[in-house]
Structure formats: C-alpha cells, structure tokens
C-alpha cells in the first residue's frame, strides 16, 4: 500500500525558487571586485532564469555538461542555478589543478560549453584545446573576442543578453537526475568524477543544515569562502537559500585582510573554509588586534583542524568552530564536530580533545569501520580500520565508471582509516594508502607528520613507509626544515619520543623540500618517486 | 542523464536505527506512570523489532492497519516503530474523539489489530463491535482476559514475548509505502483519513527541524505534550532520535503541576503542545512562582497563541515561544513564527505583533492565496483568499477517497481563509466555511470571536452567519457569560466599536452556553442547527 501525499520531487530549481518568493529581498553580496555589488534572491532568480534561456538558445540540452572555471560570485551562482534547474549539469572546474589535469577532465567530462573567469584565459586557452566537445565558450570580467586558437568567445553580458525574456521550464524531470559533476584531485590515479543527482543534493542540503551540523537560519549572513568548485561550497549556495539567509561571496580574494573585511563590513554571522584560509583570517586578526564582530561560527573542513585554530577562534575571539570532516564523493559532509548545546553530561566528559576530532556521522549517514576482510572492528578507540559509508549522498559509481564503487551492502570505502570510541565519534588516523604496515600492524603516517610538523624548526613533515626485510614497511621521515633552519635528525628523533609507541619511530630521517601537489596537500607519489630513486 | 548516487531510500526505521546505532545512551524517559520509567534508543530499537515479530507472528503484513488508542508512552514507541519498520501502517485512534467516531473510524480504516491504553476498556469494547476486522486486541497496562463481548485480549507484554529474537527485516520496501494513518476530526462531515508515507514524514521531520523551525540538537530533551494521535506527534517522535535527544513521553499527565514537573525533574529543554495546554502549565507556574529552568522554547501550535501566552513564556519565564500553524494534512506543519535570530531589520520591523501571526511557510512548501477564481491575491496583508499549499509532505487525496483534492497545479485547499503581507508572513483570518460574506465582502467571524473573548466576564464567543435579504448574510454573536457574570449586549457592542470596521458589527447578540466538539473546538455545526431552530 502506497502513501497518498504529493508527488513533489527534490529539485534543486525549487530552493532558489523558494528563497525568491519567501526572501526576496534577501542580499546576495559579490565581493569578487573592488567595489561590492548587491543583488537579492528576486533578481538572482530572474538571472538564473535568463540564464537557462541563454542555454537554450545555444542548443545546450538536459544532460549536457557546463563547465565553470570561476570563483565565488553571483555569475557562478547564476551559472550554477541556470543550469541545474533547466536539467543539465553543473560541472566545476578547480582552477587550482595542474593545468594538463584541467584539460583532461574537461575532456574525459565532455563538457559542452565553458564559462570561465577572464583573468583565467590561459587555463581557458589549453581546455580548449584539450576538450574538443566544448562549442560555446563564455567569460566573466571580459569582453569578446578571439582566443589565441581563434576560437570566439563571448562575454558574460552578451551571453545573458542572448537569452530572451520570460521564464523558462523548471525542474520537471526525475529528482534522479544528475544535477552537478566534481571531479576529485586525487593524488594517485587519473581524477574520478562524481556525478550529483537533484535528490543527493537537496537530502545532503537538508541533512547538513541541520542543528547538530550548520544549523543556518534566516536572519544569518553566510560567507562562503571555501569555493563553489571544492565539492559545491559544501552545499552552502544551496543551504542559504533554503534557510533564507544572505550570502557573501568572496570571490578570488581569500587573503586574511580581504575576509576580515568581508566579514565585518557585511555582518557575516557564519563563515566556511579550509584550515589553512582560516589561519590567513586569524594571523590577520591577531595581528591588527580586531575582532569579527558579527561572526558567530566558522565551519573549519577540508583537513583536521589544528587546537591553535580552535583556541584562537573559540578562546580568544568567541567565535564557535564547528569542525567538518568529507569528501567529495559524500557531497561532501560526512561527520561533525562541534561545541555540545547542554550542559549533557557525555559530551562534557568527552572534553577538548573531542573538537580535534572528526566527530559524529550527521543523519542519516550509515558508517561502518572494518577490517580488512569487511569485518567490523571494535569501537574501542583504539582499534583502526577502513571507514566506509552509505547514504543517499554518496557515491555508488564514477562518471563514465565501468563498475560500482560499493561493496555487497552498499558502502563505499573512504579510503580512509579510522578508529570510533564507545559514544561513535570518529577519529580518522591516516589515509589507507598512506599507512605503514609494519610487522602485520598499522602505523600511523599522518599522527607522526603532525607530531613531526610542531617541533621547532619544522615547516613541513612527511612519512612514507619503505621496504624492510623483516617487518614488511618501515617508516622514513621527510623533513622540509623552515628558512635558515638547521636540523639534526637527533633532535627530531628526542621530540618524538615518549609521543609515539616505541616501534613507531622513524627507521630513517631525511632532509630536503616536500613536494605539494594541485591542492596543497603533500604529494606522496612523487615523494616516494623521489625517495626510491635516491635509494 | 541520471545522477550517480546512492539508492538509499528515506524509511522510517532508518530514524530510530540511526539513534540506536550513535546514540544508544540516550534516554527515553516514560512518565504515564507514578515512577518514570528510563530505557534508552538501544533497548527502544530492540522492543521496536521484538514488536515486529510479534506482529509478523500474528499474522500482519505490509500494508495491514494497525490502530493504537495509546498515550504518548514507550509502548506507543515500539508499536510505531515497529509497525512501520515492517511496512505496515500505524494507525493512531484519537480517544478524545465522540466512542461512535472512533468506531466508525476503525472500521472504514479496516484496522486489522487495536493496541490500546487498558483504561480505554470502554472505548475497546465499541471499536470492537464497530470494525469486524480487528483481530487481535492488545491491551497496555492490562493483564489478558476477555472483553465483554467475549473477544479475548492480551496483554502487551505477553504479544511483545510472542515475538522472538532476532533481528526482523526492516525497510526494504519502496519509500512511497503508506507509514501511518491519521483522521482529521472535521467538524463538517465524515472524518477523513490521511495516509502518510515513509518519504513524506521522513522530509517532514527533515524540513520541520531545520533551525528556522524546530531546530532541535543532541544534548536537548525533548517533551512532546502534543499526543501521538495528534498529527504524529508533529513529528517530534521522529526529530528526536534524527537528531539524537532526550525524549520525554508524558502520558496521559498533561495537567500543569504534572507538566512542570516532567520539566523540571528530567531537564527538559523543549517542549511542544496546543494552547490551552501550554496555558495551564503557565497558570500552574505563575500560581507557584515557579520557573521551568531548563526549559528553553516552547512549541505552541494546533490553534493560534494569545499575547497572554507569548509574554507570559517569553517576557515573564524566558521561554521562546516557536508559533507553530499545520494541519493534519500537512503531516502537519506549515508555516512557523519565531524570534528573529538577529538584528535583521526586516524582523525587527515586523515587531511583536509578527509573533501572533502564523508566519512563514517552512522549506520546501509552496503556498498560495488565491480568490475564488484561483487567482493569487495581493500581498498587501488586506485581501484575504483561500490559503493552498503544495509540497512533499501535503496530502494528495484521503484514504479510500474517490477522486484527488489537488487543484490542476497540485494545491491543497486548506480550508482556510488569510491574508500575507509583503515579507511573506501569512495571518490565517478565519476558516473558509466560517466566514461571513456581507454585500459581497468578507467578515471574519473569528476576529470578531477573538475580540469579543477578551471583553469582561465573557468566557467565550462565538460568531455565524445569519440570513439576510439586503445584505446576503449578516454576523451573529454568541456570547457564553463567565460565571455571575452578567452581560448587555449594549456593553459588548461598545466593546467592539472602533476595533472592528463598522459594517462588521454583529446584527444580532445571543447569549447562552456554546457547544464544544470533541477536541474542545467550538461546535458552529451544533451552533448553527440550534439558533436555526430558535429562529
């Protein structure tokens, strides 16, 4: 027997449509040029609107893949809403990526039309080239004219301008229709596309909007300053319509002076980045003695968050870190960690240490932590295994992937490791392909490297494992030592001590400059290259 | 193209298996007895599934009804968990309504089993005789034995022990499958029956505890006042374990010393019930200076607050009122009036009066006030339309109903008469079959009743249209005098006058005892036959 309520679908068309007609005049503020400009969720839809009709005009069809190469600002969002509610699909570019990668996955994506950021023209210049399929290229900041392969290519204005008046078709289509495309960095391998549907994205909205995870209200102003092309801003360009707040958008500048501003002449109430832009924010906020008046919490995720950034922010200026732990395949919010609402006495008991660590999953996610024969480990803080989740916000297959990416029961392996402790809050101890198996246990790369990275005249730490006769893998320290710096691997070897077990401690230190890949993080596969050919 | 996500459907049993699984510990506490009775989401999970088996045991299957005539208790928690979970339909009996109603209710249901509170003996016996189809009866806080009729009953401990161990399947069934059944009590005509389904109080409760509306976190406790029968709890029994609380069940204790208590002694942070509920704990605690300590917000809904309960709670005790206005229909809430979060210059605007109002609209429902031809009124807080809603979670059609009662654009026609203003606030004026239409215009019958009830020494009023020659229909005013209170209708005019237009004032004065429908609503059907009648 079936239920008798409405047949309404999960289309994302429907909350900017919502946040038009409940909060329209609701600011959205671009900040991405000198002089910021504001518009409301009225106008916003109209553009959004205009954009789809532009889409149309240019033979784009539902499925078709739009790429951006853009920052946070109200083109992008444009973009963004314009494409996804006509049916086709939203596929972010990281400007960040090398730019060989950006091209190839342009490509592998087929994307169809490109809208890219002005001051990106050279990137632009190489997709081009790399993606054949790509017909209508448009650029933001920028008139048109010709690129150097003398292909044409449109203004923003003048594409907007091409589509007529009148609103276009909405939604009407199955909320499992894909929505947006992202493509992971991935260190090792060719990138992986994950392909959003409406349905993902509205449940993930709906689920990382909640009180135990971003809790935006009306009332509230977000910034976003993680960037819509890092795994969809984490879902806030669609959390802040839905809620009816007002959002600031960055744009490229993402400087500590910059967001200080953004955040005290705008009234931003809720902020979100990685931890390194977070430290810009704080350094900067430190040092010129000011405070973020309005700002009440910042979402910290993208990597662990450090105890400096959350005594600086919490202790020193009251601002609340919630700490997010996903990925981009979980669309991409996964667990939570953050200041308990009671005085209840388990999360009293879990103290301080518990920010530090990714947290609880947010509902309605499923996590297990197996090991390597799919068996569920003790949730005893203490034993690792694999972290793998279900959901219906994570990912079953990749774009154009020739096989699913979950096991028998539906979940997906993180590749990460993790251990759980008795009340379920998660602990991630390393990457699996970055953990050392020595003597049939697991040693924690990542718990030395962030041991190894705090002691005096470390700027950067890695561990890689190395072949050992007797134990299978034993642990090599890399040490990038900061400028004029002098290291004695004696010195790093009595800074560890007593910190790790005993049979943790590095076989061998080395010195010399860590390569970082696309995204900032450590690049282990050169590294270990590297490393190898030296012997 | 279709996204690439996972398949996880939004089933009910997924809520409580998610609080078993990351909050085991968490209590539940039943107080419908003397001495509270504490279990936790872990053992509610396990009762829930031994639930089920019983039920398989006993011959159910998906898609069977199985009524429940419970207070808010443990027991009601495991049946409706463990009827849904197994994909058949909790169908909750409201015990307040007349026993004839309930019967007839039962039996065009076709319940298939009756789980009921032991001292509801009366009401069991004529359900029983009223709906064939029941054929196992299960009594809580009863022993076995046999009915009047000769029907045997059991207890409910002895049909959870006929359920075995081990774990039943639960879900696995499409998320469009009917969950719980629930009669609106309508005082026109037959009661109708809304069919929920997993997916449409899944995004409910998903849409309802988002921070604009409920909000609730972990480390809250939750007291549902509001019964179970009452349009599901308004979802409270779903949020909780989504989010991880503390539930308190109150029973059948709802008087204000009882309530206070249940507040005080279990920390309770949010609590939710109608007015005249809400009222009498107000009045116990003003009567006691007592002050509900941890108690932060306070739900009021199923009628509209007075300002007396708004300062009362806020101004008086430090308690936020959170308006809520639903329907049954609406699985229930619609729209919700609350504080503004911050010095947002729209809400402050709005003022104090805004609070009275039902507000806005909760994501994701759309809401329309259209005239009699369909057409949307202006916004202008003045004309006033028929209010209709469309969403995920708005009924359809009615169980066993012949024909759809969506319009050909998919909206609901609440029955209901209001007006919004331009930020989107809706204030419902009256309901559609009690308004008065004069000389082609509206009275609203319950403004006159709101103003005429606060005037000295009435204890109600009550306000219906009279025929008229010239005008069509004319308002009459019923006035139920307080005790030795002894009224003119010259004082009550004057008691009006200025405060309504003109044409508005009543015709005609009455003065006499109204009538009251089961749920404690003024019976205008009753009303109308008796001053008919009189002449």
């Not at 990526?97 to 809208?115: E, P, S, T």
């Not at 953050?338 to 530090?356: Q, S």
Request: charged letters at 20%; aromatic letters at 6%; hydrophobic letters at 45%.
């Amino acid at each position: 027997m079936l239920g008798l309520m409405q047949d309404w679908r999960l289309t994302l068309d429907k909350i900017l449509s919502y946040a038009a007609r409940e909060h329209p005049d609701t600011a959205v503020i671009d900040r991405s040029v000198t002089q910021s400009q504001v518009c409301d969720y009225r106008s916003l839809e109209r553009e959004a609107r205009r954009f789809t009709k532009a889409l149309l005009r240019h033979n784009v069809v539902a499925g078709d893949r739009v790429a951006t190469l853009l920052w946070n600002d109200t083109a992008h969002l444009a973009a963004w809403y314009g494409t996804m509610g006509m049916g086709a699909v939203l596929h972010t570019l990281n400007p960040r990526l090398h730019v060989d990668q950006i091209g190839w996955i342009a490509n592998h994506a087929k994307d169809r039309m490109l809208v890219a950021d002005a001051r990106f023209l050279d990137i632009v210049e190489v997709i081009v080239a790399a993606a054949p399929g790509i017909e209508t290229i448009v650029l933001v900041g920028g008139g048109a004219g010709l690129l150097k392969c003398g292909r044409p290519a449109i203004s923003f204005d003048a594409f907007l301008a091409s589509g007529d008046e009148g609103a276009p078709q909405w939604g009407e289509f199955s909320e499992e229709s894909a929505a947006g495309l992202c493509y992971t960095s991935g260190t090792t391998g060719d990138p992986k596309g994950v392909l959003y549907s409406h349905r993902s994205n509205f449940l993930h909205a709906f689920a990382a909007n909640q009180p135990n995870a971003f809790g935006i209200r009306e009332g509230e102003t977000v910034l976003p300053i993680v960037p819509m092309f890092h795994a969809n801003a984490w879902g806030l360009t669609f959390m802040a319509p839905m809620a009816g707040a007002s959002l600031v958008l960055p744009g490229s500048r993402l400087d500590g002076p910059s967001l200080a501003g953004a955040i005290n002449e705008q009234g931003v109430t809720i902020a979100a980045g990685v931890p390194t832009v977070c430290m810009g924010l704080l350094d900067h906020l430190r040092a010129t003695g000011s405070r973020p008046e309005c700002l009440k919490r910042l979402i910290i995720g993208g990597a662990a968050v450090t105890p400096d950034l959350v005594e600086g922010f919490e202790r020193d200026l009251g601002v609340e870190v919630i700490h997010a732990w996903g990925m981009t395949e979980l669309s991409p919010v996964g667990c939570i960690s953050k200041k308990p609402v009671n005085e209840n006495r388990r999360l009293v008991d879990l103290g301080r240490a518990a920010r530090l660590r990714q947290g609880s999953p947010i509902f309605p996610l499923e996590t297990r932590i197996q090991d390597e024969t799919g068996a569920p480990v003790p949730h005893d803080d203490r034993t690792p295994g694999h972290l793998a989740v279900k959901g219906p916000f994570v990912t079953k297959t990749y774009f154009a992937g020739t096989s699913e990416v979950i096991d028998a029961e539906g979940f997906f392996d993180t590749g990460d490791i993790a251990v759980r402790d008795q009340h379920g809050s998660i602990r991630i101890v390393d990457r699996a392909k970055d953990i050392i198996k020595s003597g049939g246990e697991w040693i924690s790369a990542l718990e030395i490297e962030t041991l190894a990275s705090a002691l005096p005249g470390v700027a950067a730490a890695a561990v890689i494992g190395v072949p050992d006769v007797k134990w299978g893998e034993r642990p090599m320290l890399v040490v990038e030592p900061k400028a004029d710096a002098i290291l004695e691997a004696e010195a790093i070897l009595a800074g560890l001590d007593g910190q790790i077990p005993k049979w943790w401690m590095p076989e061998r230190i080395e010195f010399r400059t860590i390569p970082l890949g696309a995204t900032g993080k450590i690049d282990k596969k050169t590294l270990r290259t590297m490393m190898a050919a030296e012997g």
